[in-house]
């Protein structure tokens, strides 16, 4: 099983501040890697899919990088609707699906 | 627009079983694989399983096989989870998800149901 790991674990930054988000996987994923949003009581959002290409509706401060093994979501600009938590996921091993643990990304 | 309504949650001893149910509109439903994934109280996402576009193809995770069996109507835009020898450890909430790509399964995850709960316990 390919394991995600996400880091940090809580993120805490104000408004208009830029977010890193960081998301290392055990083994090679090669590019097929997706980013979540999930927001108290909401089911998860797709963001970003094959590392870098925006959902239909995603805003363009969200973007994503890497392959390989080490991946990077970006928010540019954070908007206060921003603050959620977010989760990657691999499906370089289908179907063994797995998702990181979530980094929750709070308001200072 | 993609709605995705789940259905079947609730309480239920260990051992039992339960069936839940996903109905799909603003999506031609016999195009795409259809996922479970749930997420125990608390906690993170865990994939449970998939069905391919047509019913003829279904992968499960290990935390599951043999428990568990997805199935699909096309005809009724419906997609069930039939869930038997329920343990404490499958409480969870229960999301059923579209696959993003047409007819071949791409395992992103492009629209959510809201969920469903599902409690184990005595």
């Known amino acids: 099983e390919i394991v995600l790991t996400q880091s940090p674990a809580t993120l805490s930054l104000s408004p208009g501040e830029r977010a890193t988000l960081s998301c290392r996987a055990s083994q090679s994923v090669r590019s097929y890697l997706a980013w979540y949003q999930q927001k108290p009581g909401q089911a998860p959002r797709l963001l970003i899919y094959d590392a870098s290409n925006r959902a239909t509706g995603i805003p363009a401060r969200f973007s994503g990088s890497g392959s390989g093994t080490d991946f990077t979501l970006t928010i540019s600009s954070l908007e206060p609707e921003d603050f959620a938590v977010y989760y990657c996921?691999?499906?370089?091993?289908?179907?063994?699906?797995?998702f990181g643990q979530g980094t929750r990304l709070e308001i200072k | 627009q993609v709605q995705l309504v789940e259905s079947g949650g609730g309480v239920v001893q260990p051992g039992r079983s339960l069936r839940l149910s996903c109905g799909a509109s603003g999506i031609t439903f016999s195009s795409y694989g259809i996922h479970w994934v749930r997420q125990a109280p608390g906690k993170g996402l865990e994939w449970v399983a998939v069905?391919?576009?047509?019913?003829?193809?279904?992968y499960y995770a290990d935390s599951v096989k043999g428990r568990f069996t997805i199935s699909r109507d096309n005809s009724k835009n419906t997609l069930y989870l039939q869930m038997n020898s329920l343990r404490a450890e499958d409480t969870a909430v229960y999301y059923c998800?579209?696959?993003?790509?047409?007819?071949?399964?791409?395992?992103?995850?492009?629209?959510w149901g809201q969920g469903t709960l599902v409690t184990v316990s005595s």
């Open positions: 069905i391919s576009y047509d019913g003829n193809n279904k």
């Open positions: 998800a579209k696959d993003r790509d047409i007819a071949a399964a791409a395992y992103y995850f492009d629209y």
């Open positions: 996921q691999q499906r370089s091993d289908w179907p063994r699906i797995t």
